[in-house]
């Protein structure tokens, strides 16, 4: 059975390396949604770097995920003191799971204060896609399902949670 793959993708207002109560309240956060979010039905594996450094996405071991990659919009920096973004890159049996995990518990109350940390922008910041049960998606993937999204809208292709597409590619 297909399995769905999530990737997330935002541009923070600060370095992940910046000292301030902002960045660290966005780390701690993040440090408790992780777990909660995995331990939910549905939920199978997200990426996780090697090494487990904080900033150093695009220096970072991702095993069979891949090497770390970001859409063409993102003009920040790329280096552990630069670095201001924020990505995820996760696996799921379906829709409705992730949907569940996304907008309950500590995901739900991070993503009130999304705007605190977080840019905005006029690109997607996420993006859905089906992929075969033996499939490790890589961050190149999710780029270019984000940047097929930003450029062409929802398709079996590239997704979202409003117009979704069943691994068939008929619509959900």
Do not use: C
């Not at 996405?57 to 920040?76: C, I, M, Q, R, T």
């Not at 499939?135 to 117009?163: I, K, M, N, Y």
């Amino acid at each position: 059975m297909p399995h769905l793959a999530l990737y997330t993708f935002g541009v923070l207002k600060s370095p992940l390396a910046d000292p301030s109560p902002l960045t660290r309240e966005f780390y701690d956060i993040g440090a408790a949604v992780y777990p909660e979010i995995s331990r939910h039905p549905g939920y199978l594996a997200h990426a996780e770097a090697a090494d487990g450094d904080r900033g150093g996405l695009f220096e970072a071991d991702w095993g069979a995920w891949g090497e770390f990659a970001v859409p063409a919009w993102y003009g920040k920096g790329r280096t552990a003191d630069t670095t201001a973004l924020a990505a995820s890159l996760s696996l799921w049996t379906d829709l409705r799971p992730a949907f569940d995990a996304v907008y309950t518990g500590l995901h739900r109350e991070a993503m009130a204060r999304r705007y605190d940390w977080f840019e905005r922008t006029a690109h997607p910041n996420y993006v859905f896609w089906w992929v075969a049960d033996d499939v490790t998606p890589t961050w190149r993937d999710g780029v270019s399902r984000l940047e097929h999204l930003h450029d062409h809208g929802p398709a079996p292709h590239a997704f979202t949670f409003h117009d979704a597409f069943g691994p068939d590619g008929a619509d959900r």
